[in-house]
T-cell receptor, first 110, second 110 residues
């Protein structure tokens, strides 16, 4: 039984570009949450998807958007990239409680 | 508020016990988690405790929860060099949103 998977593992973009990150939840998990972890900081909640809708959102601008598909997998999109968007992006899936995290996607914006 | 606070750094000798502390503010927390993160890696779930428990032991790990003071601690017995990492406590709110602390860097020296 695979855990949470994310792709790609690393990504380099330039300012102003757009990026899409992908997450496949653990089997049986119906909720996907995204977190941003900047260097030297704890992960910050971006938003959460449940039943293909955004259920709650953290303090992130509208440049950050997402989607959840019928198979519960999810995408995180970031438009108009800024240098400050460089971070490790973590996806967590959950079902009625304990969350499991994927290995993350490390995004570098130059 | 949503604050979860941790001390930034802890240094211990190999074989000693380590105690990492965390305080949180939200009395509606349902679970409290401890995650471990090694350099360049994702988050590894170490253990968690339900908010209606006072203590949980799992091999070398002991979690203590003081709900009155909103204080959580993680004790690692017989600390090894492989335990060197950053440890995050996380407060689980309703709907599976996690609020993370800033992380405590544990350094184990021989």
């Amino acid at each position: 039984d695979a855990g949470v998977t994310q792709s790609p593992t690393h990504l380099i973009k330039t300012r102003g570009q757009q990026v899409t990150l992908r997450c496949s939840p653990k089997s049986g998990h119906d909720t996907v949450s995204w977190y941003q972890q900047a260097l030297g900081q704890g992960p910050q909640f971006i938003f959460q998807y449940y039943e293909e809708e955004e259920r709650q959102r953290g303090n992130f601008p509208d440049r950050f958007s997402g989607h959840q598909f019928p198979n519960y997998s999810s995408e995180l999109n970031v438009n108009a990239l800024l240098l400050g968007d460089s971070a490790l992006y973590l996806c967590a899936s959950s079902f009625e409680g304990v969350s499991g995290f994927g290995p993350g996607t490390r995004l570098t914006v130059l | 508020g949503e604050d979860v606070e941790q001390s930034l750094f802890l240094s211990v000798r190999e074989g000693d016990s380590s105690v990492i502390n965390c305080t949180y503010t939200d009395s509606s927390s349902t679970y409290l988690y401890w995650y471990k993160q090694e350099p360049g890696a994702g988050l590894q779930l170490l253990t968690y405790i339900f908010s209606n428990m006072d203590m949980k032991q799992d091999q070398r790990l002991t979690v203590l929860l003081n709900k009155k003071d909103k204080h959580l601690s993680l004790r690692i017995a017989d600390t090894q060099t492989g335990d060197s990492a950053i440890y995050f406590c996380a407060d689980h709110r309703n709907t599976d949103k996690l609020i993370f602390g800033t992380g405590t860097r544990l350094q184990v020296f021989p």
